[in-house]
């Protein structure tokens, strides 16, 4: 089984910065992709940013220039800092791991801005 932990949301001002933390644990042998979606209130879930084992990266339009995702692979931890965040960033933000193939979900973090 895996877990995945997140951490780092909260209220913030638009403009401001938060950073999500998701760090992987259990029976883990190799993940692949590392990544994060969002779901705002009465939208579908919708893909933020990824990054590759190869470190390959991939993001939404909506986040270009503002966001960035990394990961460590030494603790097997996904982050995505948020700067000048606005309030169409308001959701909640899932870590997504890809491991052999499996795709695992964490329990969601909250992420609210404020105008």
């Known amino acids: 089984q895996v877990q995945l932990r997140e951490s780092g949301g909260g209220l913030v001002q638009a403009g401001g910065s938060l950073r999500l933390s998701c760090a992987a644990s259990?029976?883990?042998?190799?993940?692949?992709?590392m990544g994060w979606y969002r779901q705002a209130p009465g939208k579908q879930r919708e893909l933020v940013a990824f990054?590759?084992?190869?470190?390959?990266?991939n993001q939404a339009d909506s986040v270009k220039g503002r966001f960035t995702v990394s990961r460590d692979n030494t603790k097997n931890t996904v982050y995505l800092q948020m700067n000048r965040l606005e309030p169409e960033d308001t959701a909640v933000y899932y870590c997504?791991?890809?491991?052999?193939?499996?795709?695992?979900w964490g329990q969601g973090t909250q992420v609210t801005v404020s105008s």
């Open positions: 259990g029976s883990i042998f190799s993940i692949n992709t």
């Open positions: 997504y791991v890809l491991i052999i193939g499996q795709g695992y």
């Open positions: 990054i590759t084992s190869e470190g390959n990266r």
